[in-house]
């Protein structure tokens, strides 16, 4: 086991990044990521690692660049925010549609108007349909662990795709915290060689990347892509699995937290899984039965897991750090919703909407969400579908 | 190519990579054109320059000579014409080819 050290999560994910030693990098800075590319250029300048450094003019030629190079036959990393993540939009789907297992970090960032540097997940659920893998860490340490696990996901031959690590913007990507490492050796034999699939630079079986693919050929390319997530599916345990067994740490499609046994739960990702867990202690201590579920792949979405580790409950309260307008709801409580309509009886189910731009969720709105799902629990009726949460009226 | 040739997708290549070089041959671009390049004879003078511009490779040359316009994968665009130095070649209507013009 690594000894702790104390890094930011943008520091850690650095270090990731150092271990990981792609083979390009391209990228172009924007709040609150940009400490990522400034810390990797460090190792880069200081031959820390073999990288070729592309800071190119705009995200969307960063990720233009990192297509190439990963259609070339390199290992390819890169990592944005907020804006430079919608800036990439184009570019994401080529990537996945091209099957290129790029992996990015995106610390997420609210998006602008008006303009917002701090932490929510409306960049990373905007590219929810993008035909990348999400993940979500709730902390420094599990961005660093996600990282190294994507890799090797992305990479393997049933997937193929790229993948896309969230963490919160500031909350995670500027707060020290305390978190192991593994060695610089564990992290390149974890990851293994990389073997490109069809390698640009193999001149003696040329490739062509990208050609006009229409009516007779597009729907099945799109199939594939489909499978893809589905076989990703065994892969991301598999590699949890091997993961565990080098740190002692365990990673999962979700994260239960005292659900076994609860009538009501809270479902969250991202950094506020721990100011729940906390809630929950003290409520717990109140005899009110209350869990947590913390999800962190979101792509590919664990439906049938989901209701197996769901079914048991009364009541359900999904939490969103993102709108989607004029929707049924937040994008994580339409689908988790969703996967709950199968089972019969089902547990009620509403949605909060919270810390948009950064917006501190405290103790406070917690313990308010917990008295909503006693309140579904006792009566059997759901006062309030939607609720914005963190917000004045 | 024709509708009983296509495979499902558990049979071809991810990503829409085409992993075969030179497989264009069986893509037929004849299909597109609405002006056909007509060459002289008489006028050609074997420089190859339509043969190096055709965006197709529809120019068929043998021992360093122009032989003909393979008309499966022309798609008339013209280039040829307009790069030929000694006008040899001129666009024709397809609508007046057919008419028998
Ligand atoms: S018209 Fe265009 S495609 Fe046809 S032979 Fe001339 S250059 Fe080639
Ligand atoms: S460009 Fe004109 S002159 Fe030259 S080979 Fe072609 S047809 Fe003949």
Redesign the interface.
Request: proline fraction near 4%; hydrophobic fraction near 40%; charged fraction near 20%.
């Given at each position: 086991m690594g000894k702790p050290v104390a890094m930011t999560g943008n520091i850690a994910v650095a270090n990731a990044m150092r271990q990981i030693n792609p083979d390009v990098c391209a990228a172009y800075p924007i709040t609150p990521s940009t400490e990522v590319m400034q810390q990797f250029a460090s190792f880069v300048a200081d031959g820390k690692v073999d990288t070729e450094l592309v800071t190119a003019e705009s995200e969307h030629s960063a990720m233009s660049a990192c297509i190439g190079a990963a259609a070339a036959g390199g290992r390819v990393m890169t990592a944005t925010s907020a804006n430079g993540l919608a800036l990439m939009w184009e570019m994401l789907y080529i990537a996945s549609?091209?099957?290129?297992p790029i992996v990015m970090t995106v610390v997420n960032r609210a998006l602008s108007a008006p303009i917002n540097i701090h932490g929510d997940h409306s960049d990373g659920m905007g590219a929810r349909d993008s035909g990348w893998i999400q993940i979500y860490s709730e902390n420094a340490q599990e961005a660093y662990d996600n990282l190294i696990q994507a890799v090797v996901i992305g990479q393997h031959r049933d997937v193929?795709l790229p993948v896309m690590v969230g963490m919160d913007g500031f909350i995670i990507s500027h707060s020290i915290e305390n978190l192991e490492l593994l060695s610089d050796q564990e992290v390149k034999d974890f990851i293994g060689e990389y073997l490109p699939?069809?390698p640009l630079l193999n001149i003696k079986?040329?490739?062509?990347?990208?050609?006009l693919?229409l009516q007779?050929?597009?729907?099945?390319?799109k199939?594939?892509q489909a499978?893809?997530m589905k076989l990703a599916k065994p892969v991301i345990l598999k590699v949890a699995q091997d993961f565990a067994a080098l740190s002692g740490r365990k990673y999962g499609f979700f994260e239960t937290y005292r659900l076994d046994d609860a009538e009501m739960a809270i479902l969250t990702l991202g950094s506020s899984a721990g100011t729940a867990r906390f809630v929950i202690d003290r409520a717990r201590e109140q005899g009110v039965k209350v869990g947590l579920i913390k999800l962190r792949v979101f792509r590919p979405f664990p439906m049938k897991e989901l209701q197996a580790a769901l079914g048991h409950l009364k009541a359900l309260a999904v939490m969103d750090r993102c709108d989607s307008f004029g929707a049924a709801g937040g994008p994580v409580f339409s689908e988790v919703r969703s996967a709950l309509y199968d089972l019969s009886p089902h547990p009620a189910v509403v949605n909060y909407i919270y810390g948009l731009g950064g917006r501190d969720l405290g103790i406070a709105h917690i313990e308010q969400v917990i008295r909503d799902l006693q309140e579904i629990r006792q009566t059997g009726c759901i006062r309030e579908l939607l609720t914005y949460l963190t917000v004045r009226e | 190519?024709s509708t009983n040739e296509?495979?499902?997708?558990k049979e071809?290549?991810?990503?829409?990579?085409?992993?075969e070089?030179g497989n264009s041959a069986r893509y037929e671009t004849g299909g597109w054109r609405t002006f056909r390049p007509l060459m002289d004879g008489q006028l050609c003078k074997n420089c190859l320059f339509c043969w190096i511009y055709c965006p197709d490779s529809a120019i068929e040359v043998e021992d360093g000579k122009v032989k003909g316009i393979n008309l499966r994968y022309c798609k008339g665009c013209g280039i040829c014409a307009r790069e030929c130095p000694a006008k040899a070649i001129q666009m024709i209507e397809e609508a007046k080819v057919s008419a028998g013009e």
């Amino acid at each position: 086991m690594g000894k702790p050290v104390a890094m930011t999560g943008n520091i850690a994910v650095a270090n990731a990044m150092r271990q990981i030693n792609p083979d390009v990098c391209a990228a172009y800075p924007i709040t609150p990521s940009t400490e990522v590319m400034q810390q990797f250029a460090s190792f880069v300048a200081d031959g820390k690692v073999d990288t070729e450094l592309v800071t190119a003019e705009s995200e969307h030629s960063a990720m233009s660049a990192c297509i190439g190079a990963a259609a070339a036959g390199g290992r390819v990393m890169t990592a944005t925010s907020a804006n430079g993540l919608a800036l990439m939009w184009e570019m994401l789907y080529i990537a996945s549609g091209n099957r290129l297992p790029i992996v990015m970090t995106v610390v997420n960032r609210a998006l602008s108007a008006p303009i917002n540097i701090h932490g929510d997940h409306s960049d990373g659920m905007g590219a929810r349909d993008s035909g990348w893998i999400q993940i979500y860490s709730e902390n420094a340490q599990e961005a660093y662990d996600n990282l190294i696990q994507a890799v090797v996901i992305g990479q393997h031959r049933d997937v193929r795709l790229p993948v896309m690590v969230g963490m919160d913007g500031f909350i995670i990507s500027h707060s020290i915290e305390n978190l192991e490492l593994l060695s610089d050796q564990e992290v390149k034999d974890f990851i293994g060689e990389y073997l490109p699939l069809y390698p640009l630079l193999n001149i003696k079986q040329p490739v062509t990347y990208g050609p006009l693919d229409l009516q007779d050929y597009y729907s099945e390319h799109k199939r594939q892509q489909a499978e893809a997530m589905k076989l990703a599916k065994p892969v991301i345990l598999k590699v949890a699995q091997d993961f565990a067994a080098l740190s002692g740490r365990k990673y999962g499609f979700f994260e239960t937290y005292r659900l076994d046994d609860a009538e009501m739960a809270i479902l969250t990702l991202g950094s506020s899984a721990g100011t729940a867990r906390f809630v929950i202690d003290r409520a717990r201590e109140q005899g009110v039965k209350v869990g947590l579920i913390k999800l962190r792949v979101f792509r590919p979405f664990p439906m049938k897991e989901l209701q197996a580790a769901l079914g048991h409950l009364k009541a359900l309260a999904v939490m969103d750090r993102c709108d989607s307008f004029g929707a049924a709801g937040g994008p994580v409580f339409s689908e988790v919703r969703s996967a709950l309509y199968d089972l019969s009886p089902h547990p009620a189910v509403v949605n909060y909407i919270y810390g948009l731009g950064g917006r501190d969720l405290g103790i406070a709105h917690i313990e308010q969400v917990i008295r909503d799902l006693q309140e579904i629990r006792q009566t059997g009726c759901i006062r309030e579908l939607l609720t914005y949460l963190t917000v004045r009226e | 190519m024709s509708t009983n040739e296509l495979k499902g997708w558990k049979e071809i290549p991810i990503g829409g990579v085409i992993v075969e070089a030179g497989n264009s041959a069986r893509y037929e671009t004849g299909g597109w054109r609405t002006f056909r390049p007509l060459m002289d004879g008489q006028l050609c003078k074997n420089c190859l320059f339509c043969w190096i511009y055709c965006p197709d490779s529809a120019i068929e040359v043998e021992d360093g000579k122009v032989k003909g316009i393979n008309l499966r994968y022309c798609k008339g665009c013209g280039i040829c014409a307009r790069e030929c130095p000694a006008k040899a070649i001129q666009m024709i209507e397809e609508a007046k080819v057919s008419a028998g013009e």
